[in-house]
């Protein structure tokens, strides 16, 4: 089955602090993961890809084939990353549909 | 300003109505989708459209019924509104299906009474 999951609903962090946004996936062909953001009262946007193996607003994710994760990690957290976060797998052969986790939002506190 | 967009914003309508949700996107993209976001922030693909031609279908109550005229518009029509049917729903495009970033509208809040 074609599944991503985010463990965590909520995960609150002071500011400064590491932070790791957990993704987990379940898919039988060569997957290519993607994380989006959504800050309060804005659309959804990308926020990277894995194949870019880039570092956006100091985030940056790994792929992981042999656990099958894909987890989000940014060193030192700051209050304007407070936001919803979703972790997505593209199904290129469906389409190219994305499937999501459940999302997780994150809150920074100062 | 070249975005994605979504008509209402808001929309609150009554148990049996009948309410369409239109989109148009400004980016020269060839894929167009609709999302439904529930209550507990869950994004789910419903449908997309790629050339003016559906792509995806996803299982969706064939009261939801995608339209899309034109490469840059794919308008959303649902029959029979059902109070399940609340929710924020995003239109998103982008270059291609497979692999290309997606960009999405602001998004639609259904409210159903």
């Known amino acids: 089955a074609q599944r991503v999951t985010q463990p965590e609903k909520l995960l609150s962090v002071f500011k400064g602090a590491p932070v790791e946004l957990k993704c987990n996936y379940s898919?039988?062909?060569?997957?290519?993961l993607f994380w989006y953001v959504q800050y309060s009262r804005q659309r959804l946007q990308l926020l990277l890809r894995h194949i870019s193996r880039e570092s956006i607003k100091g985030f940056t994710a790994d792929l992981n084939k042999g656990e099958t994760s894909f987890h989000l990690k940014k060193p030192f957290a700051q209050e304007e990353d407070s936001a919803m976060y979703y972790c997505?797998?593209?199904?290129?052969?469906?389409?190219?549909?994305?499937?999501f986790g459940q999302g997780t939002e994150l809150s920074v506190k100062p | 300003d070249t975005a994605v967009s979504q008509t209402p914003k808001y929309l609150v309508t009554q148990m049996g109505n009948d309410k369409s949700i239109k989109c148009e996107q400004n980016l020269g993209h060839d894929t167009m989708y609709w999302y439904k976001q529930d209550s507990k922030k869950f994004l789910k693909i419903m449908f997309s459209y790629n050339n003016k031609e559906l792509i995806i279908n996803e299982t969706v109550p064939n009261r939801f019924s995608p339209k899309s005229p034109d490469k840059a518009h794919l308008n959303l029509h649902i029959n029979s509104l059902e109070l399940g049917d609340s929710a924020v729903y995003f239109c998103a495009s982008s270059q291609g299906y497979r692999g290309y970033e997606q960009y999405f509208g602001p998004g639609t809040r259904l409210t159903v009474t």
């Open positions: 898919y039988s062909g060569s997957p290519e």
């Open positions: 997505a797998l593209l199904i290129y052969n469906q389409g190219g549909k994305l499937i």
